[in-house]
Each structure stands twice: as structure tokens, then as C-alpha cells.
DNA sequence: ATACTCAAAACTGTATGCAGTTTCGAATTC
DNA sequence: GAATTCGAAACTGCATACAGTTTTGAGTAT
């Protein structure tokens, strides 16, 4: 029987868990002895994970010094906020160009069969799941799998500070996270209508309100990173 | 005396030139003992090095089979160029909104510094490196450094493409590849401006004519690289 | 000739060991 | 007490070895 997962991929999925969730905190160093023992494999595969980990932007490497956790700014997360507007504009933009109508017709289904559960659902984590869904599926209406491979990546790195934000706006309503889906179902309609100026405008203050957010769940997600126990 | 660059530095920055300019063929598989002699180091740095190359989108990986040429296709070209429409676009518009006079200004000198080489360059190479450097700079003025990470990215992935077309106008010009520097001043101009509208329309015209040029370039390609002789 | 089989050869996946570098902390000096 | 030195401990960088998988091709059958 072929083994069908490597070590490394098994590896790396981990890690990348790990690094979206600032397991290691910023800027901290990486043991690479000590985590090789606690995943289970030598530092041969760890280290070729941890050099995707770099590539891809979770991580930062220096020589001889070894590998750390990437910085956490309030500009770093600007910076990946912007750049999702850049993908996800364009995106929206080709898909009103090219999708195909049925493709289009399924993302309003996919909109109005998540409807009851986004409505009621009061996990932070379901709601981020849910939210990212409908982004990638837009981001596939484009055609583009540059677009959807940048898209993918982005989102790993935000997916921290959104998490935060939601439960920070839970705590706050009392409870129940806002399932915004009004401007989800906003964009889906542009894209429906082949109106390219009204999805893409949608699409963009949808982004940018959900940035601003962000620049005060920084601050949040500083003081629980350094509080360490949950 | 301190060792300042590492094994895997100097593999990975021979690596992504080999992976840029083709001296892989499109899905050929990378023979990791026969590279590894070649570039005088052993299979562990040079397998960190190939998968930073994977992550990056310059190569592919299979698991038990190893690493791969990523394949060149009409539609793959297609998807990079449209990445760098939404990339390029969005940092114009954010140089626009704020980007320092001085720096703007910094980058119509260095147009019209350049101009007389740009008129006058007839090698291909020449001539990319001071269009890519162009639009490198500009992405700085957004400010931005994810959609700096990005372009660099995306440009280093087509550059193979843009060396051909750009050959390919030379030998039909009469050994004379056309510097057009008209495009990149009307962009400057339009953000000098602070008009948005225009530096971007701008923007993405220019990428775009480029992109539907390298349709064309990918066939060429094809043939030039399933020609293995000089 | 073509298709199939299977064992040898070639190649990838990963653990391990050691050399070179950085980090840490006790001893020393001011 | 604060700063400095320096040797030991810890860690990273990389070559090598070997186990497991895939590929190849000679031999065989159709």
C-alpha cells in the first residue's frame, strides 16, 4: 500500500494552522528541534515546510538565526487588507465580464441555502468559515486561478485578526455575531446584473469597512496574544 | 570570519533565475541528484530551496515524484497578467491618494532620466529590466508592501513571456524593440495629477495591450523552448 | 510488432550526525 | 549594581545514509 500523504505535507498543514492562529507569537524564534519532536518528524521535513511557510509570508527566516513568526502590525494588516481589495475588485470585475449564468444563478443559491444558518450562527469561527466560502466561490467566478491562489493566501494571514474582530463584535452585541450577509447578497446581485460598477463598488467598501475593523482588533489581538493563557 | 550568505540563499537565487528563464522545460520533472551536483550542494538545502520555489508558484510538486517545471499555457499567461491588472492597478490608485509629492516627482525624473536608454536600448533584457523597474517603483508608491511582494511575484513568473514578445518586436522592427515610455509617462502624469481615474484607466490599458501581445508570445515560446539549441 | 511482467536501477522521503554559529549565563571588572 | 568577557550549551546548516517508491527495460507471451 503507497503512502499517499507525506510527512512534510502532513507537516506543513500543521504548521500553517499553527502560524494562521499566532500559535508562535510575533517575531518569536522557532525552535525547530523542539517542534520536530512535537509533530512527529525530524527537522529534515520540518525545515522544508517551514521554507513554504516563509514563501508564502506566514514566517520570516534569518540566517543562522533560524525561522520566526511574522511581525503583527496594525500596517502589515493594512497592507493585506488593501491587497484583498486589489484581488477581490478584480475578480468581482471579471466575473461580471465572463461568469457563466448558472454559475452566477449558484452563488445566489449558495447566499440564500446559507442564509438561515449564517443568520443564526453564533460561532466565530463557523461565521469566518462561512464568509471566507463566499469570497473564494466569487473569486472562482473569475476564472482566475492566480487570483483565487492570492485570494487563498491573504485570507490565511487575516484570518487571525478577523476572528478576533468577530468575537470582539459578539461580546459586544451581546452574545450573537452580525452575520452581515445584506452586503454579500449586494455584490451577488451586481455580479447578476452583469453591472460591473455597482458589484465592484459593492465589493470594495464591503473590504474596506471590514479593514477599518481591523486596525482596533490589532490592538485586541496584541493584548490576548501576550495574555497566553485562555 | 563570519559566513554571510547561506547554501540555500545562493541555491534558491540560481534556482528562481533557472525557473524564470526556462532552462527547466514546461512540466519536465527536476532531477534533485543531478541539480544537486550542478549547483554544488547537497539535496537538503536544495530541496528548502525548491520548495520556497513551489510556494512561490514557479515550480509544481508530487508527491514520491518530486518537483516540476510549472507548465506554460495560453490561459496560465493570461491569469498572471490579470493578476498584475488588479495588483498595479490598485497600488496606482492608492499612489494617487497618498503618495508623497516628492516621490512622485522622484518618478518622473527617473523617466525622463531614462528616457534617452529607453530610446535607445536595443537589447530585450535591457529593456525589461527598466520597464519592470518602472512599475516596481511605482508599486512603492503605494506604499503597500503585500502588493510590492505580489508584483514581484507575478513579473518574475511572466518575465520569460515578455523577453520573448519583446524579442519577437525587435525582429520585426528591424532589429529595433520599441520603447514604449509614452504609456509609463501618461500613468505618472495622471497620478502627478492626483487623478485617480485617468492613472488607472491608463494602467490598465497598458498592462492589458501587453497582455493580449502575450498570447501570441506563448506560442512562440513553445516552439523556442521544444528547440533546445542555441 | 504489441502488450505485459517483474526485478533491477534510479529516484525521492526522511532520520541522523557533525561542523559552524549564535545565545546564554557565570565569572570578572569597573 | 552595571557592563564586559568568555567558555559552555544550544541551535542552525548541511552532508550523508538508507528505507520506501517509482521508473525503466529486458524478457516473455500473445
New interface residues.
Partial sequence: M?????N??RVYEALRRMAADFAFKPDQRINESALSEVLGASR?PL???L???????FLTFQ??RGFFCRPLTPSYI???Y??R???E???TR?ACTRAADEDIAALADYLNRMEPEYESATDPEELLAMDESFHARLAQL?G????Q??LNN?NGRIRYIRLIDLKRMRDRAGGKAPGDISAHRQIAEGIAARNTDAAVTAMRSHIEKRREEATEAVRIAFSQLYVPDE
Same sequence: chains 1, 2.
Fill in positions: 503507497a503512502k499517499r500523504e507525506s512534510v505535507d529534515t525545515r522544508e515546510a521554507n513554504r511557510l516563509v514563501a508564502e509570508g540566517n543562522n493594512m497592507d493585506l488593501e491587497a481589495v486589489a484581488v475588485c478584480e475578480a471579471l473569475s482566475n486561478s492566480e487570483l491562489r492570492i491573504l
